[in-house]
């Protein structure tokens, strides 16, 4: 099971995320951005609408400010622009250092899959080395 510590500080390993554009935030880090939509997604949300919804209620704005630091919750509008100033192969790599930072050392280079899918919309993309960087090939670096 993940340690309730390992979630308070997923927007640690975000700090390091690469922009497309300068932000220096005001209500919301990226950080915090990207920690509701990965537990909204946990949660079962499809897309960023439930998501915002969601995060947006009061008893999970209390959650999420309890459990995680999470002060304010952006309207929808500027999560999405958040969400949009992301370089996507950042992203992925932070990804995996938490994922790799919750596994048990007996998993250390491996490829762990959650489902058994790629994530639809990346493997098609010219831009992406690879539709995610696997635990295996991020731990060569």
Same mark, same amino acid.
């Given at each position: ?66 459990? @995680?630091?999470? $002060? ?8 999405? *622009?958040?969400? =949009?100033? &992301?370089?996507?192969? +950042? ?22 899959? @959650?489902?058994? $899918? ?8 010219? *831009?992406?080395? =690879?539709? &995610?960087?696997?635990? +295996? ?5």
């Amino acid at each position: 099971m993940i340690e309730e510590k390992g979630m308070q500080r997923i927007a640690g390993y975000f700090k390091e995320v690469e922009l497309t554009e300068e932000y220096k935030p005001y209500f919301c880090s990226i950080g915090d951005a990207i920690t509701i939509v990965i537990i909204g997604t946990f949660c079962g949300f499809r897309n960023l609408k439930q998501i915002h919804m969601w995060a947006s209620h009061e008893k999970i704005t209390g959650m999420l400010q309890e459990k @995680f630091g999470i $002060k304010h919750v952006p309207c929808y509008y500027w999560l999405t *622009c958040l969400l =949009a100033m &992301l370089e996507p192969k +950042s992203v992925s790599e932070c990804f995996t250092r938490w994922v790799i930072s919750l596994l048990p050392q007996s998993l250390e280079g491996q490829t762990v899959a @959650f489902d058994g $899918k790629t994530i639809c919309s990346t493997s098609g993309m010219e *831009c992406y080395e =690879a539709p &995610l960087l696997s635990p +295996s090939r991020l731990a060569g670096q």
